[in-house]
């Protein structure tokens, strides 16, 4: 059995393990030994797996740096932050995306990279997708294309080209409401303010009614007659309108709140980097002379030391109360990357003997998950001033979650403030911090 299996000739016994015993080459030699076979190759281990069942690259795995939360370059799509720039941004919950590296998202993908001629060559057809794949097409302009999402491309992928473009090839202009009848998501992360103005989007999505001539109805039952358009998406529910704070994308409180008495069906709104409310943002450094008086006021209504010193949020709440009656069906706020103005969230404010502050029982008693991550990731090279500001903006939230839970006790649905999370040893550093400052408070 063993010269059997020396020679080679049973190969189905070759897979036995067995330990031949050397033998010096001039012995095997004389004895006319064959040579003794090359060991049986090692049996590999389970081959290492990307997460999503795909067979992943050759060779060790990447560094940390490169898929680190930090990098805005080799790190995931949903996943791109970084510590004095872009906030890292969540699609929005339920929206359709198409598998990583199928065929509808490469074609997607590659349909927002070339963008500028896309809109132009399938002008005719872009329109004519399902909604679920328009919105989607929508989102990926957003996110690869670099001008952004401007009111023009919305137009068209929403309702199509013009009237007097379709006449010439003999197509009938299709009604909007009934196409975009199952569109209930739309993501303009990153556009607004940059390639769009909410001015533009409330016109587009609310057209303006049209005067209508005083004519006397022949008959009582006639219909009444439309004083304008159809909404352009009237079961719109999930709408993101994230900036880049990186960016100075000028938004618009008041045009927000403008668009959002015209909206009160929406049940999820992403505000991810928005400034703090404000209705006269310019005007923070803006001061005027009384006429009457004769002294030197501030003008807007939030100035340069109205949040550090006076501890004065009576515009910010002001601003979120009026928001929060006009979008009273909300179920879902993000509000990553707004830590700074996170605490207009539960104080309160005196003005006009009335104490004004938000309701978060009546207006967003249905508001379940309140986002205030802040939007940055740590690295190994995070410095302790941005460690403790991290660790600030996660004790603001845990206080907002509080202030919420306390002021329904038990009424309307369950919160939950989702927040970053400190690794370890950034948490030893922030004690460490603490501690050092409370020895330093108690020797004066």
Same mark, same amino acid.
């Given at each position: 059995?063993?010269?059997?299996?020396?020679?080679?000739?049973?190969?189905?016994?070759?897979?036995?393990?067995?330990?031949?015993?050397?033998?010096?080459?001039?012995?095997?030699?004389?004895?006319?030994?064959?040579?003794?076979?090359?060991?049986?190759?090692?049996?590999?281990?389970?081959?290492?797996?990307?997460?999503?069942?795909?067979?992943?690259?050759?060779?060790?795995?990447?560094?940390?740096?490169?898929?680190?939360?930090?990098?805005?370059?080799?790190?995931?799509?949903?996943?791109?932050?970084?510590?004095?720039?872009?906030?890292?941004?969540?699609?929005?919950?339920?929206?359709?995306?198409?598998?990583?590296?199928?065929?509808?998202?490469?074609?997607?993908?590659?349909?927002?990279?070339?963008?500028?001629?896309?809109?132009?060559?399938?002008?005719?057809?872009?329109?004519?997708?399902?909604?679920?794949?328009?919105?989607?097409?929508?989102?990926?302009?957003?996110?690869?294309?670099?001008?952004?999402?401007?009111?023009?491309?919305?137009?068209?992928?929403?309702?199509?080209?013009?009237?007097?473009?379709?006449?010439?090839?003999?197509?009938?202009?299709?009604?909007?409401?009934?196409?975009?009848?199952?569109?209930?998501?739309?993501?303009?992360?990153?556009?607004?303010?940059?390639?769009?103005?909410?001015?533009?989007?409330?016109?587009?999505?609310?057209?303006?009614?049209?005067?209508?001539?005083?004519?006397?109805?022949?008959?009582?039952?006639?219909?009444?007659?439309?004083?304008?358009? *159809?909404?352009?998406?009237?079961? %719109? @529910? /999930? &709408?993101? +309108? $994230?900036?880049? #704070?990186?960016?100075?994308?000028?938004?618009?409180?008041?045009?927000?709140?403008?668009? *959002?008495?015209?909206?009160?069906? %929406? @049940? /999820? &709104?992403? +505000? $991810?980097?928005? #400034?703090?409310?404000?209705?006269?943002?310019?005007?923070?450094?803006?001061?005027?002379?009384?006429?009457?008086?004769?002294?030197?006021?501030?003008?807007?209504?939030?100035?340069?030391?109205?949040?550090?010193?006076?501890?004065?949020?009576?515009?910010?709440?002001?601003?979120?109360?009026?928001?929060?009656?006009?979008?009273?069906?909300?179920?879902?706020?993000?509000?990553?990357?707004?830590?700074?103005?996170?605490?207009?969230?539960?104080?309160?404010?005196?003005?006009?003997?009335?104490?004004?502050?938000?309701?978060?029982?009546?207006?967003?008693?249905?508001?379940?998950?309140?986002?205030?991550?802040?939007?940055?990731?740590?690295?190994?090279?995070?410095?302790?001033?941005?460690?403790?500001?991290?660790?600030?903006?996660?004790?603001?939230?845990?206080?907002?979650?509080?202030?919420?839970?306390?002021?329904?006790?038990?009424?309307?649905?369950?919160?939950?403030?989702?927040?970053?999370?400190?690794?370890?040893?950034?948490?030893?550093?922030?004690?460490?911090?603490?501690?050092?400052?409370?020895?330093?408070?108690?020797?004066?």
């Amino acid at each position: 059995m063993r010269r059997s299996n020396l020679n080679g000739s049973n190969s189905q016994n070759n897979h036995f393990p067995f330990t031949t015993p050397s033998v010096p080459p001039a012995i095997r030699h004389i004895l006319q030994i064959p040579e003794t076979p090359a060991p049986v190759p090692r049996i590999r281990g389970p081959q290492r797996r990307a997460i999503n069942g795909r067979r992943g690259p050759p060779g060790p795995p990447p560094p940390r740096s490169w898929v680190s939360l930090a990098q805005s370059r080799h790190a995931p799509p949903t996943f791109k932050a970084d510590i004095a720039g872009r906030v890292q941004s969540w699609p929005l919950s339920g929206a359709y995306a198409p598998g990583e590296g199928t065929l509808v998202d490469m074609v997607l993908r590659r349909m927002a990279l070339d963008w500028e001629q896309q809109r132009d060559w399938n002008r005719y057809y872009l329109y004519t997708l399902p909604s679920r794949l328009r919105t989607t097409l929508l989102g990926q302009v957003a996110e690869l294309y670099e001008p952004g999402v401007s009111i023009k491309d919305l137009r068209l992928v929403l309702t199509g080209p013009f009237e007097e473009e379709l006449a010439k090839y003999d197509v009938e202009k299709v009604d909007a409401g009934k196409l975009n009848a199952d569109v209930f998501y739309l993501d303009l992360t990153g556009s607004l303010g940059k390639s769009l103005t909410l001015k533009e989007l409330s016109e587009l999505l609310h057209p303006p009614k049209a005067d209508l001539e005083d004519d006397i109805q022949e008959s009582w039952d006639e219909p009444e007659l439309t004083s304008g358009p *159809a909404q352009l998406l009237p079961n %719109l @529910t /999930h &709408l993101s +309108l $994230a900036v880049d #704070p990186g960016s100075n994308a000028a938004v618009s409180w008041k045009q927000l709140l403008s668009l *959002a008495g015209k909206m009160s069906q %929406l @049940t /999820h &709104l992403n +505000l $991810a980097g928005w #400034p703090e409310p404000s209705l006269t943002p310019n005007a923070k450094f803006a001061k005027v002379t009384s006429s009457s008086t004769g002294r030197t006021v501030q003008y807007g209504g939030t100035g340069p030391y109205s949040h550090n010193l006076d501890g004065d949020w009576s515009e910010a709440i002001m601003v979120l109360k009026r928001l929060s009656k006009a979008l009273y069906g909300l179920e879902y706020l993000d509000l990553t990357g707004c830590a700074d103005w996170s605490p207009a969230l539960m104080k309160e404010s005196d003005g006009d003997f009335t104490i004004d502050f938000i309701d978060w029982v009546g207006d967003w008693g249905k508001v379940a998950t309140l986002r205030l991550n802040s939007g940055y990731a740590l690295t190994d090279n995070s410095s302790k001033g941005q460690i403790m500001q991290i660790s600030d903006w996660i004790d603001s939230a845990a206080a907002v979650e509080k202030h919420i839970r306390a002021q329904r006790s038990g009424r309307g649905r369950w919160i939950t403030v989702e927040r970053d999370t400190l690794p370890d040893s950034a948490k030893t550093i922030v004690e460490n911090e603490r501690l050092r400052a409370a020895l330093v408070s108690a020797a004066w």
